[in-house]
């Protein structure tokens, strides 16, 4: 039985920045942002999919540069635009800020990943295998 608890390996989904990491274990999460240009929120909803993260939706409110292209327009009356995207990644970066006052949701929580960091600091967010004991007593958002 010892044996089956140091080998079992849990997926999370980790951010990391300068050595410090927290897990979400939960499977998915809303990223939002204020945009640096037109000053309207946007989001983003990722997934863990196996081993990777998916975006799987955005909503924004006006089309303009970084808007994806790609994506199919769906329906909505809440005055943004929803677009679906379904791209796979193996990880990304995110640069977090006060000012642009980055945060997470997830599992009915919202964590403001700006207050983690310092200003213009970066995660690197992906999907990781951890052990059980890490799992249980590590660092979670």
Known sequence: MLLFFLLIKLPVISFESAGEQFYLKEKAFELSWIHSVEKEEWREFYERDGGTLVLTETHFKTFGAGVPSD??????????????????MENMNLTVSENAQTTIRSGGREIQLFTLIDDYETFQISVEYIHLWNYVGGKTL
Do not use: A, C, K, N
């Open 71 to 88: 994506g199919t327009i769906l329906p909505s009356d809440d005055g943004f635009i929803h677009m679906q995207i379904d791209r796979e």
